[in-house]
């Protein structure tokens, strides 16, 4: 019989390896968002067209392995493809900076690289919420989703400013350096925390897990009276009757769908989130380009600029927990986003090297929109959604929220090869503030106890 899992509150010593190895990975992709696009328009002399592709292959991952990346999560568990896909970013930026110091990277071969990055990246992040819910008490899992959501947005101040200083002192390869050894060192100490933590209970099938019974004497009693069989030591899966593997993948897909399909509450935040990216990659798409166009911008400027910006994160990391148990979480979501989001409306006014405030405060509000939908929404849905589940309501629902992203980065590129680069970033500014409609008036669950849809047949 499988014995609970045990959970442990955020600031022990293994969250503590987790969050350090959050924050290496977190530096090293914040640190892409300059080094990427002026690689490109750089050594690279394509335009902006490819760094609307390079942002789309950020995110079409989603595309690819999406519906089949929380099935293998909650199969296969979470430790071996967090390792690998740490793994596999690192040797794919690796490979990046050595092809463009011996300048042998062509366009394509970076697209190409981005992607196996954006593959290696959906597992990594539809994993780790199964990681987090299998290791920390319910009640502290908005203050862990907020010291993570804190790593990315202190990785978002040093990570674009180290990155434009890099490409002004060397080049932008060198920039990508840094990226590749974030990965590394994320890998190295992700691997020694996972040595012992805690894998999801396997004894439980989803039905159980989707009643919401936490308490051990029932589940014990439970098992003992449905499973007489002797335990194998391959698992439950050993037990279960054996389905094609084909139709098992897509039973296992369909069951997360269910589930997200039935919870009106996740939907809308699935949505909201799917508008807020679509803009995200929109603007990530065009912003670089626009300005190095203007007159006194460089790279390093840009970087500070940019990763100034990141201190609104920094601030709502820190908050998010008291200000949502105060006021409420269905609230602090909405205006902080609808707040957030009414700042980004000041981007576009960015026309001259004075006119830095309008995007330092845009992209600060923004920041703020992003860590508390994030930290909030996220702890929310590992609160509620059940754990032998989560793996796969969290890649249908991430399929949605980010599936979208590409054809937004697409968007811009094309907006901004044929209009302009302004055009793209007034046009993304828009859609930012829409995102926040979808939260208004959501019933917030207060507690899982049977309040919440148990898994369609």
Not at 1 to 22: D, E, L
Not at 115 to 129: D, T, Y
Not at 137 to 143: E, G, I, S, V, Y
């Amino acid at each position: 019989m499988t014995a609970p899992t045990t959970t442990r509150g955020f600031r022990s010593s293994r969250f503590a390896g987790v969050f350090t190895s959050a924050f290496s990975g977190d530096l090293a992709a914040a640190s892409t968002s300059v080094g990427i696009p002026l690689l490109i328009v750089g050594p690279l002399g394509a335009d902006d067209g490819v760094v609307g592709l390079a942002v789309a292959a950020d995110d079409i991952g989603w595309l690819i392995v999406g519906p089949i990346a929380g099935v293998l999560i909650d199969r296969q568990g979470f430790r071996r493809l967090l390792l690998t896909s740490e793994a596999v970013r690192f040797t794919a930026f690796a490979a990046i900076v050595g092809l463009a110091f011996a300048g042998m990277l062509h366009p394509a071969v970076l697209i190409g690289l981005l992607v196996a990055v954006s593959i290696a990246s959906v597992f990594f992040l539809v994993g780790s919420p199964s990681l987090l819910a299998t290791g920390i008490d319910p009640d502290d899992l908005t203050k862990a989703n907020s010291a993570l959501t804190w790593s990315q947005s202190a990785a978002m101040i040093l990570g674009p400013p180290l990155a434009g200083a890099l490409v002004g002192f060397a080049n932008p390869a060198a920039a990508l350096l840094v990226t590749a050894l974030g990965y590394l060192v994320s890998f190295v100490l992700l691997a020694a925390v996972l040595r012992h933590w805690d894998d999801p209970q396997q004894g439980r099938t989803d039905r159980e897990t989707a009643d919401g019974d936490t308490r051990h004497e029932d589940i014990d009693l439970r098992e003992k009276q449905c499973d007489t069989r002797p335990e194998s030591s391959a698992g439950t899966e050993e037990a279960r009757p054996r389905r094609p593997l084909a139709a098992g993948l897509i039973a296992d897909v369909l069951t997360g769908w269910r589930y997200l399909l039935s919870r009106t509450d996740v939907m809308r935040m699935v949505v909201s989130g799917a508008q807020f990216n679509l803009a995200l990659s929109m603007q990530q798409a065009v912003i670089v380009v626009y300005l190095l166009s203007l007159p006194g911008f460089t790279a390093s400027l840009i970087g500070v600029a940019l990763g100034a910006a990141g201190f609104g994160g920094v601030c709502a990391a820190m908050t998010a927990d008291p200000i949502a148990r105060r006021f409420g979480e269905g609230r602090v979501v909405f205006w902080c986003v609808l707040g957030g989001t009414g700042l980004g409306l000041l981007i576009p006014l960015t026309t001259s090297v004075p006119g830095i405030v309008f995007l330092v405060l845009g992209y600060f509000g923004l920041s703020v929109a992003t860590v508390v939908f994030s930290a909030i929404t996220g702890a929310y849905r590992q609160r509620t959604i059940p754990v032998a589940l989560l793996g796969r309501v969290t890649a249908a629902s991430r399929l949605v929220s980010w599936g979208i992203a590409p054809f937004g980065a697409l968007g811009g590129g094309a907006i901004a090869a044929s209009a302009g680069p302004w055009w793209g970033l007034a046009a993304s500014a828009l859609i930012f503030v829409g995102s926040a409609g979808w939260l208004w008036g959501i019933k917030w669950q207060i507690s899982d106890s049977g309040a919440y849809p148990e898994i369609p047949d």
